[in-house]
């Protein structure tokens, strides 16, 4: 791997995609997992980690110059996460691209579980007693948000 090079794995439908970022990042602290990684681990809760502030405004930074058209952002609440993941055997969330109907971009975002596939529903034990399919959440409604702007412009001041 280049050494100026910063890789990220991402997600679809249960499969791990390597996708290159970006190439003219210095400095920075790179970890990678590689999808044997992930297979070889399969626990997918671990995928993800705190990169901190600095590297953080790095990235996106340079996302946005890469991209000055493209959204910035995305805001999503802390009680809908957390119904995702309260639900059986979730390990993390998938978040995709979507279009709405008025054409504008937004994420939909389902539960994951431990093999990589979506969590579409799960078994539940109902009033009666009987065992019965409760579909799982699929969640939309983000807004916009560029919540790293205004310290970007201030430390880059």
């Known amino acids: ?24 990042i210095n400095n920075l602290k790179l970890t990678t997992m590689t999808k044997n990684e992930i297979v070889k681990t399969r626990n997918l809760s671990e995928v993800g980690e705190d990169i901190g502030l600095a590297e953080g405004m790095q990235l996106v930074k340079a996302f946005r110059e890469a991209n000055p058209d493209a959204t910035n952002g995305y805001f999503i609440g802390r009680n809908i996460l957390e119904q995702i993941l309260a639900q059986p055997g979730c390990v993390g969330i998938n978040f995709r691209k979507c279009l709405t109907n008025m054409a504008e971009e937004h994420l939909v975002y389902t539960a994951v579980d431990a093999e990589g596939k979506d969590i579409l529903s799960y078994a539940v034990v109902n009033h009666a007693g009987a065992i019965i399919q409760q579909d799982a959440i699929v969640a939309d409604h983000t807004i916009y948000w560029d919540g790293l702007n205004d310290i970007i412009e201030v430390v880059s001041a």
Do not use: A, P, T, V
């Open 1 to 24: 791997m280049h050494q100026n090079s910063c890789w990220f794995i991402l997600s679809f439908s249960g499969s791990c995609h390597l996708i290159y970022h970006q190439n003219h």
